[in-house]
Structure formats: structure tokens, C-alpha cells
């Protein structure tokens, strides 16, 4: 009995530990790390009983509310790191801290790709007279393929290359669409960073890459901003899902010369591009607008005679404060959440720009919301 | 519920442990009764009831056949049996083959009949052979009627072995079910087993599985990646199953239960003759018992044993899932397993013995590609692409880089090798240091596990939908 024991012990010492501890704890209700809200304590009911949902979600909440939950997780992607894999949780583990969301040729939405160009283009030839324009944000992959793990490449078919839909991009939109890819592989190839290492948007050097391509093919004086950083401790979406103890920190750097009269976001109105208090937080990237709204009205104040329709995804957020000394007023809409008929929303601006980053534009169910007529 | 979940091991283990050994012996069958009905309707509450009646229905028959017996009324006896052969196949044919009749029938006459849509009861194809074994076994003379429901209930019921084998004949605990002694020794030993086969589910069984959930879902692989997919489904199915086996063997153990092994390396067999003595022992000899044997197994010619064959692993197929692939795979082995009875054997015995490895892994390879892939179209493009896709592109390196080291761990995991090693180490050791070992190792894995549990949202058991 007595070398019976110790094993049988350590096992139930870690299990009812466990256990307890994870009762005793008081339950959370967010997890800013992987950014979703946790299972909170099922009420018993009969019918949820009967249906088998309680028991699902007794489940769920033990899963979600066991103790020491992230310090789990970390240890399970460093063991897979250890041992050699380079993807965790649908993230590449590249060079040089870089992360990257998973994407091959397979996980790219093509035939929604093109349903959603054809929409833009429609959009466009509905809208003759106005300066109408797309820009396909490249994802970080494509730019950044030097620092993709041992064995994955552009050139051997195991990462998505682009090539082809920038390709069907130029045939079907022509000089409306502009592309970024090149100048972002040159200024990211060197010393600048272009992507965030651990979230899956362009830094601000990286929006201001594109801004002067915009510039420059719109026929826009290209303005030089100065970058000031604002923190040094961010660490995006692309390390919640990794969650390794070992991953990089970012730096968010804003404009901080531009200046607005007022931003109205959803009825709320604001003063400046950017909201410091969200540096606080886990998600800094909402430092751009303090976040995604259905429609911002940017009054910046410039006298321009000129205003903007810009149609986008997050990718935006930190590319707007470029914008602003080119038009008297930008109007913001994330289809996602506006209900309003972007005919109308159109026909009161000079301009429209569609911005969204390349992948999320392909898998966006909302593209088709540009053709509606909302009474 | 399933082992490897944070309720099971958190709440539910701890729970029923501390109740059970509480307990005075005569109340612990009615502990483990009323647990594992817990444990079975933890998913699907109405299902309890077939439980029960199963449960209720062959009690009866056993003391029913017993009652006839006694009384020398063969026929009577012989009723019982056959009322209860019907009755539980009944249960299993409705609930888990209906649809895909209706299916056929509707393909065959264009009936237009709706499907019912049942949910498969967990574990049903186990539990209903069980029963069966009981009322068989009673008319055979070769255990006695249980009188006691409480007992028998437990039987039926067990939660270790309920839900995805090994299937235990009644006989094998007949004697435990009456009265057993837990004992410190089998219980730590038992658990060191659980946290064997929870790491080698949650550690290898998932993550090889995550690899082919990733090709098989690829349009065009290479015939490298292709080939990688197969070999990740073959250790998946095998890190999953005996991982699960090992379990229930291990809390069968906790609660003083001996249940038979359910798998020896079976890939380290020379011949598929060998392999499916090593593969799901269990099913193996309930067909064999309960089936083969009644037909005349071999005892009627080289033709009748064809037959029987054929018929028994046309059973098997169809036992593993109500899909034509299923039969279709049921058949691949009754092929190959009557051509080695006639012909093959005798010449694998005159080649070296590695031929007889290669062949083997190349049909249980390919075995396994019938069966993980329900749907025939899919089958086909998937057997293309093995053997006529361009054989190798960069997915293939990259995807064998990355997962190197997990697919030499599941290669060494599935021999003996492991095992012999400890072995010869474990001569070596004092006692106090094969403590010391074997309580480190018991740690490691079940910290290892935890970790892979909670960050893992891939998790599934692939024996449930049998």
C-alpha cells in the first residue's frame, strides 16, 4: 500500500485542487486575452435539462471558468512550440515574433471575392460622376513572406499569394483599384514595420505606405505625418489566440498633427481621431476612433470643397487621419451595422473609397448591402 | 459525458470516487448505477430510458431462462433467448439503422418515405451486445441468472466501459459484480492507466486528428500530402480508441473490475489475420463467440468457413456505422482475411518477416481511408489523389516538418517499444524509486493533458457514433 499511494495521491491532490479552486474563484466574466466573453453559471430548468443544454453548458462553463485558464493555455502552445509545430491555434508562427493568421489558396473565398467585386463595381458605374476608388489592404502574408515559418512560401503553394486577385481586381476595376502590395514590401522588407507582430492589422507606417499610394494615384499632395508612439505594450488578436508567454510587444504610433472639429460616432461625438483611454485596455488598436461603429461623420474642418464616402473594414481605422486634410467631411460606414442606403449616403460626397483588408473583403457577407434600396 | 473533459475529471471522478469508496460495500453497485446514469444522461436525458428498459428487459429474460431451466423446459428457454436477441437488435436496427434503410429504399423506388432523424443513442452498439452476451451466456448454462437488479443494472450500465467499449461479457464480471475487494494497489494502478489513456486522447489522439481533419478537408493534395492524412487518421483512430480503452480499463480497476485488454499493438502485426487479434480484442471475440462459432466457425469445410467470414465481417462493417462505406470497409477485411486463410499465410510465411509488416500497414492504411470517409465520392477523390496526384509539393514538407515530432511519437507510441523500455528500466529500480517514477509520470501526464484540454477546442470521441 505505502508505493501504492503516492501516485494515486498526486493525482487526486491535482484533481480535487483543481476543482476547488476553480469553485472558489470567483467566476470572470470577460477573458481580455482571447477577447470573448466566458461562460457565467447555467441556471437549472427543466427544459434546459430535458434538451441536454444545461449539461452543455455546465460543460462549457467548467472549461471557461477553471482556474489558472490562460496559464493552460500558454503552456499548451509553448509544449507545440517546443516540439517543433508552426502553427497553434490557426496562427504561423514566423520569424522575428511575426505571427500570422493561418491562409492557404483553400481558405480564401474566391467565389465570394468575386461576387463582392462585381457588387463594388456595380456600386461604381452607378455613381459615374463621382472619384470612385478601392483599395485591397494586402493580408500580412503576402507582404511579409520572409518571415513565414521554415517550409511555407509564396512560391511552393502553401500560403495564399494574392497574385491572381489583385490580377482579377485590376481586369474587372481597372485604374479605380489601387494597389499597395509593392511599396509595402519595400518600406516592410527593410527597417519599417508595416504589420503588427501579434494582430493582424497594418501599423500606422503601414497605413501611411498606402496613404501615399492613394495620394499619388488620386492626384493628392502627399503629406508627410509625423508618427508619435503611444505605447509599447500591445499585443493583438493573432497572440490571444496563441497566447505564448514568449510573444513580442508591439508599439502603436498615432498622427497625432491631425486635427478635427468633430466626430460624430453613432450619435456619439468626439473631438479627436483617437481615444487615449483605449490604450488601457487589451485591444489597443481601438486607440484609432475607439473602435468599429455603423457610421462615423468625420468634420475635419479643412476647406477642401471636397467630401469622402469611405465604405470599410478596422484596416480604415488607422489609415482615416491621412485622409482628413483632403476633405471638409468623411463619412464612415462599416456595412457589418449600418441600415442606411449607401445611394443616398453617396450622393451627398465627391468621392468614394472602399478600404477593407484583402482576405476579410473576400469573406465579407455584407458587400451585397451597396445595392439595396433601404426606404 | 467523456473522459477527457474538465466535468468529468473535475466534478464528476472525484465526486463518485468519494461517494463510492464512502460507502459500505453492499451500497456500491447502487453507487456505481446511479453514477453511470448520471454519467449516460449527462447528453441525452430521454435516452435513459432504453437504458432501463434494456436494463429491465434482458433481467427479466435472464431469470426467465433461468426459471425455464430449472423446470427443464428447453423450449421455453429457448423462447426467452430468442425473444431476447430480437428485442435488442430490434432497439439497435431502429435506432441506428431506420434511416439508412429508409435512405436505400427511397434510392432503390424513389418511396419518398421521410427519414426519422433519430439521434443515435451513445453507446448503443455496446451496450445492447452486452446485454446480449448475459442472456446468451444464461441460456448456454454458462453463468447464472443475476437475481439481484441492482447488480445487474450496474452491469448494464458501468460507466467506464458504457459508452465506447471494451465490450465486457457478463461472465468475465460475473464474479466481481457479486462481490469484489477494492484495493489500494489495483486502484493506484488503475488510475496510472487512466492518465495513460487521457494522454494518449488528448495529446496524440487530437492533435494527429486536427492534421487530418486539415488535409482531408484540402481540394487537390499531393499524393505526399495525401498519404500523411491516411497515416494521421490511422493514428488517430488508434490513439483515440485504445486511449479510451485504457480508460475505462483503469476506472474498471479503480472500482475493483477487471475487464480483458481490448488492444495489443496491433500495429506491429505481420498480417491482418494477426491484426484483428490485436485490434478492438473485444468486438473480435464477441463476434467470434456470439456469431461465427454458432454458424460452425471452421468446423464445416473450407467453403462454410468462406461463408461465415464473410457474413461475420459483414456484420462488423455494418456494426460500425449504417453507411455503405462501412460495409464496403467490413468487406475490404473479409476479402483479405479469407484470401490469408487460403493462399496468403502460407506465403508470407515463406518471405522475410518485414514483408509481411509492409503489407499489413498498407492494408490497415487503407482500411482506414474506407472508413474515415463516409461519403463515396469523396472516398474516390481521396484514393485518387494517393496514387495518382502529383507526388510532392511544398504543403507536404511543410506540414511533415511541423508535425515531426508528434508523428514520431505516435510511431514509437503504437510498438511495444515504450513499454520494453520501461521494463528493463524499471528491473533496475529500488522501490522507492519506481514510486518516485511512476508518481512523476502520473503528474506529467495528467498536467500535460490539462493543458491540451483546456487550450484545445478539438476534442471529439470517434467511437461515439457507433
Known sequence: MKRALPPLLAMAVILVGLSVGSLLLPDSAFSANENRYLKQAPRLTWDALMNGSYTADVETYTADQIALRDVWMGAKSTLQQLTGKQDVGGVWLGEDGYYFAKMTEDDFNRPRYEKNLAAVKAFFDGNPDKDCRILLAPTPCVVLYDKLPVGLSLDNGTVFDADQCYDTLLDLLGPQAIVTRWELREVGGGTQQVYYRTDHHWTTAGAQVAYRVWAEETGHTVRDYALTPVTDEFRGTLYSKVLLPGSAYDTVEVARDVDIVSMDCDGQVMHSLYVDSKLEQKDKYEVFMGGNYAKVTVDTGAETGRSLLLIKDSFANSFLPFLCADYDTITVVDLRYCRENMKDLAADCTDVLVLYELTNFASDGNLYKLQLDIQ | ?466
Open chain 2, 1 to 466: 459525458m467523456v473522459f477527457s473533459s474538465t466535468v468529468f475529471l473535475l466534478l464528476f471522478l472525484p465526486l463518485v470516487a468519494l461517494v463510492y469508496f464512502i460507502c459500505p460495500r453492499r451500497w456500491r453497485n447502487g453507487v456505481l448505477l446511479a453514477f453511470s446514469l448520471l454519467f449516460y444522461g449527462w447528453g441525452e436525458p430521454k435516452y435513459i430510458l432504453i437504458m432501463l428498459f434494456s436494463t429491465v428487459f434482458d433481467y427479466c429474460n435472464g431469470l426467465a431462462i433461468g426459471r425455464f431451466r430449472e423446470k427443464g423446459k428447453e423450449a421455453g428457454a429457448k423462447a426467452i433467448l430468442i425473444l431476447s436477441c430480437v428485442g435488442n437488435l430490434g432497439i439497435l436496427g431502429f435506432f441506428k439503422y431506420t434511416d439508412f434503410a429508409i435512405d436505400n429504399i427511397n434510392g432503390l423506388l424513389h418511396a419518398g418515405i421521410p427519414a426519422l432523424g433519430l439521434a443515435l443513442p451513445i453507446g448503443i452498439s455496446f451496450y445492447t451486445f452486452q446485454t446480449m452476451s448475459y442472456t446468451i451466456d444464461v441460456y448456454r448454462g454458462l453463468v447464472a441468472p443475476q437475481r439481484n437488479i441492482v447488480n445487474f443494472g450496474a452491469y448494464v450500465t458501468l460507466f467506464p466501459q458504457l459508452i465506447a467499449g471494451p465490450i465486457v461479457q457478463y461472465k468475465t464480471v460475473e464474479r466481481e459484480l457479486n462481490s469484489r475487494a477494492e484495493t489500494w494497489q489495483e486502484a493506484s494502478a488503475g488510475m496510472q492507466r487512466f492518465c495513460v489513456g487521457l494522454a494518449k486522447k488528448v495529446l496524440i489522439a487530437n492533435q494527429v486528428g486536427a492534421l487530418w481533419e486539415e488535409i482531408s478537408a484540402m481540394a487537390d493534395p499531393s499524393a505526399a500530402t495525401a498519404w500523411l492524412g491516411a497515416i494521421a487518421f490511422t493514428f488517430q483512430i488508434y490513439f483515440d480508441f485504445s486511449g479510451y480503452s485504457d480508460m475505462a480499463i483503469g476506472l474498471g480497476h479503480l472500482f475493483g473490475f477487471t475487464f480483458l485488454e481490448n488492444f495489443d499493438h496491433p500495429y506491429e502485426s505481420a498480417s491482418v489475420t494477426e491484426f484483428w487479434r490485436r485490434w478492438h480484442i473485444s468486438l473480435g471475440t464477441w463476434f467470434r463467440e456470439y456469431v461465427y462459432i454458432p454458424l460452425g466457425g471452421n468446423r464445416h469445410g473450407k467453403a462454410r468457413q468462406i461463408l461465415n467470414l464473410a457474413i461475420v465481417w459483414f456484420l462488423t462493417g455494418l456494426w460500425h456505422g449504417a453507411s455503405w462505406n462501412f460495409v464496403l470497409w467490413g468487406v475490404y477485411y473479409a476479402v483479405l482475411l479469407i484470401l490469408e486463410k487460403t493462399v496468403l499465410l502460407k506465403w508470407l510465411r515463406r518471405l522475410p518477416a518485414w514483408v509481411g509488416h509492409v503489407y499489413t500497414v498498407f492494408a490497415f492504411v487503407m482500411g482506414w481511408v474506407l472508413f474515415a470517409i463516409t461519403d463515396f465520392a469523396a472516398l474516390g477523390r481521396y484514393v485518387a489523389a494517393m496514387f495518382t496526384a502529383p507526388l510532392w509539393d511544398g504543403m507536404a514538407g511543410y506540414l511533415l516538418l511541423s508535425n515531426a515530432f508528434l508523428l514520431l511519437l505516435a510511431t514509437v507510441g503504437c510498438t511495444t517499444l515504450p513499454l520494453r523500455l520501461w521494463q528493463r528500466w524499471q528491473k533496475r529500480l529500488s522501490p522507492a524509486a519506481d514510486t518516485a517514477v511512476r508518481t512523476v509520470w502520473v503528474v506529467a501526464m495528467l498536467l500535460l493533458s490539462f493543458s491540451f484540454l483546456v487550450g484545445d477546442s478539438y476534442n471529439p470521441f470517434l467511437y461515439f457514433r457507433f
